[in-house]
């Protein structure tokens, strides 16, 4: 098993950055990759990013692209999600997922984990 917990949501104004962060831990080594993903009130769940454990491997929804940045510090089995030039469209809860694969994750059918999300809010 593998326990994913986010933090660093909250409400922000329009143009303003934000740093989500989750911590993984458990089996950790189970789950090669780390990724990204959010819901906004009455839409399904889309992809933002996923990054790789053990390489520099990274790719980001078109939505987010040149805004978002995913990372990893293995040492403290964490990933983040540096979020900068928020829009409104923006807002939603955001999960944290684990897969075996970056292909696994990116897809959304295949996370074997999830966090319970964390709330973002962008005001305009």
């Known amino acids: 098993q593998v326990q994913l917990v986010e933090s660093g949501g909250g409400l922000v104004q329009a143009g303003d950055s934000l740093r989500l962060s989750c911590v993984a831990s458990?089996?950790?080594?189970?789950?090669?990759?780390m990724g990204w993903f959010r819901q906004a009130a009455g839409k399904e769940r889309e992809f933002v990013a996923v990054i790789r454990w053990s390489a520099v491997d990274t790719y980001y929804a078109d939505s987010v692209k040149g805004r978002f940045t995913i990372s990893r510090d293995n040492a403290k089995n964490t990933v983040y999600l540096q979020m900068n030039s928020l829009k409104p469209e923006d807002t939603a809860v955001y999960y944290c997922a684990a897969g075996k694969t970056i292909a696994a994750v990116s897809t959304g059918s295949r996370v074997d984990y999830w966090g319970k999300g964390t709330l973002v809010t962008v005001s305009s």
């Open positions: 458990g089996r950790t080594f189970s789950s090669s990759a």
